[in-house]
C-alpha cells in the first residue's frame, strides 16, 4: 500500500486475467516527496503575494491562525514582511512585537504576554510605542509600501528595515467595531510566534506537502 502522508519509494504491481486465462502485470515505483508550499515558512526568497485585497494568493501560505471568520497571516522574503488579516468586524490593528521583549511596548491585557512595539492602523499607517504599559501613545513612523483593504480583507507589504525586523517577532490582531470596541483577538492567548525560515505552519498544519510521482 502507499501512505501518501509519508515520504518514501513504494512498489505497486498489477496484475490482471481475462476469462481465457492471458495474464498480465505491471511494476511501478511511486515516489512521495515533500515540497515546501513557497510562502509558508519564513523567509522564502521571492513571495508571490499581490497587495489587491484579495486573499487567494495567500492559499499555500500556512504560517498563521485562524479563528472562525478571522485570519491571520504572515509571510516574507528578503527585503519585506507581508500581511494578511481575513475579518469579521469593522476594523482591525495589527500589532507586532519586534523583540520579543514581554515588558516593553503596549501590553494588550488580552493577551497573557504581549510588549507590542508596532501597531500597522486601519489605513496603512506604522506606529511605534513609546510607553510600556496599556496606555495608547504611539509615534508615527511611516506607512506601509503597499496596503489594500475592503470590507473582509485586510493585506499590508511592509519594508522589514522599517520596522526594525529581527528574524523571530510575534504578530497579533485586535478586532474592533464601528465604534473602536474591541470584539475579539487573534491569537486568543498569546501572540503568533513567526519565525523566518522557519516552520511556522499555523496551528496543527504542515508546511510539507505530499508530491506524488510515478516511476515505471
Avoid: C
Wanted: glycine share 12%.
Amino acid at each position: 500500500n502507499v501512505n501518501t502522508e509519508v515520504v518514501g519509494t513504494y512498489t505497486v504491481t498489477y496484475s490482471v486475467s481475462d476469462a481465457a486465462g492471458n495474464n498480465a502485470s505491471k511494476t511501478r515505483r511511486i515516489n512521495v516527496e515533500a515540497e515546501d508550499n513557497g510562502g509558508g515558512g519564513g523567509n522564502n526568497g521571492d513571495v508571490n503575494i499581490i497587495i489587491d485585497a484579495n486573499a487567494n494568493d495567500w492559499n499555500n501560505v500556512d504560517s498563521g491562525i485562524q479563528s472562525g471568520s478571522n485570519t491571520l497571516k504572515v509571510t516574507s522574503d528578503d527585503t519585506y514582511v507581508y500581511f494578511l488579516v481575513e475579518k469579521a468586524s469593522e476594523h482591525a490593528v495589527i500589532f507586532i512585537n519586534t523583540d520579543g521583549q514581554a515588558n516593553s511596548g503596549y501590553q494588550i491585557n488580552d493577551w497573557a504576554s504581549s510588549g507590542m512595539d508596532i501597531a500597522i492602523g486601519v489605513t496603512g499607517i506604522i506606529y511605534q510605542s513609546n510607553r510600556d504599559d496599556s496606555s495608547w501613545s504611539w509615534n508615527r513612523l511611516g506607512a506601509a509600501t503597499e496596503f489594500r483593504k475592503n470590507a473582509g480583507v485586510l493585506e499590508a507589504k511592509i519594508l522589514k528595515s522599517q520596522l526594525s525586523l529581527s528574524n523571530n517577532y510575534k504578530v497579533g490582531v485586535r478586532f474592533y467595531n464601528a465604534s473602536w470596541g474591541p470584539v475579539s483577538i487573534l491569537p486568543t492567548n498569546a501572540p503568533y510566534d513567526y519565525t523566518e525560515g522557519g516552520d511556522n505552519g499555523g496551528g496543527n498544519d504542515d508546511n510539507q506537502a505530499p508530491i506524488i510521482t510515478l516511476n515505471g
